[in-house]
């Protein structure tokens, strides 16, 4: 079992930015690719962005790209999400999720469905 928890949202203006942080505990010693997914109010889970195990690749759905960057942190399996150019659309609780991999897995992973584990979520509010 992996726990994720993150941190790092609250509310800021439009054109703001935000970094929220995902910190794994548990199992870590496994490989994981790391996702972050959004839900807004009355909306399904949305992804976001991923990374893979190594950080090597990365990928974005497309109204965050180029606002966004996914990046590892120094500590296993942690990961960050910076959110820049914030719009009051991006309002939403963040999730971060891992998928288990193995080391010669390089695939993007965009579907909820295929993660292990997920952490509580940390709410964005952009005003306008």
């Known amino acids: 079992q992996v726990q994720l928890v993150e941190s790092g949202g609250g509310l800021v203006q439009a054109g703001g930015s935000l970094r929220l942080s995902c910190a794994p505990s548990?199992?870590?010693?496994?490989?994981?690719?790391m996702g972050w997914f959004r839900q807004a109010p009355g909306k399904e889970r949305e992804f976001v962005a991923t990374i893979t195990w190594n950080g090597g690749n990365t990928f974005y759905t497309d109204y965050v790209k180029g606002r966004f960057s996914i990046s590892r942190g120094n500590a296993k399996n942690s990961v960050y999400l910076q959110l820049n150019s914030l719009k009051p659309e991006d309002t939403a609780v963040y999730y971060c999720?891992?998928?288990?991999?193995?080391?010669?897995?390089?695939?993007?992973?965009?579907?909820?469905?295929?993660?292990?584990?997920w952490g509580q979520g940390t709410q964005v509010t952009v005003s306008s």
């Open positions: 999720a891992a998928k288990t991999v193995s080391l010669s897995d390089r695939n993007y992973y965009t579907d909820l469905k295929q993660y292990d584990f």
């Open positions: 548990g199992r870590t010693n496994n490989d994981y690719a």
